[in-house]
């Protein structure tokens, strides 16, 4: 059994243009877990820490675009706001990212902990450079019709 302080840590960088939103979530749940480490243990932190740049060039299948919502609730009778993704891609797609991963973490203090090691950037710039982040290519780029 790994503890978290016996862990080595490392910073993966991810270029989520043109990757598709459910599989780049995937992979970087997986590095912020630790599961592709010896090491895993379940119920410790043992993952590394991951840079997610290019989030406004993330792809979608199907119809998510229009289809899929976004809800936010104010506790006020009526008070539900629904969002589409074409919006949320348009305001705030280092949210989008985030919310994605998010979901694919464990829902204890443990996901809010993994979560705090995902740095999301709408561009190609991020201020992480002197940490000397590995590149990982993530596979299932969407393929362009045509």
Same mark, same amino acid.
């Given at each position: 059994m790994a503890k978290t302080g016996d862990v080595a840590r490392a910073w993966y960088l991810i270029d989520a243009q043109d990757q598709i939103l459910g599989r780049l979530a995937t992979r970087v749940a997986s590095i912020l877990r630790g599961k592709d480490k010896v090491t895993f243990t379940p119920h410790a932190d043992t993952g590394d820490e991951v840079i997610v740049i290019n989030a406004n060039r993330v792809r979608t299948t199907g119809n998510k675009l229009e289809d899929k919502l976004y809800? #936010? !609730? #104010?506790? !006020?009778? &009526? &008070?539900l706001k629904q969002t589409p993704l074409k919006t949320m891609m348009a305001k705030r797609p280092e949210y989008v990212v985030r919310h994605a991963v998010k979901g694919m973490l464990p829902k204890n203090k443990l996901g809010a902990k993994l979560l705090k090691k995902l740095r999301v950037y709408a561009g190609s710039e991020h201020p992480h450079s002197a940490q000397k982040p590995k590149v990982i290519a993530v596979s299932g780029a969407a393929k362009k019709k045509g």
């Open positions: 809800n #936010s !609730y #104010s506790a !006020y009778p &009526g &008070g």
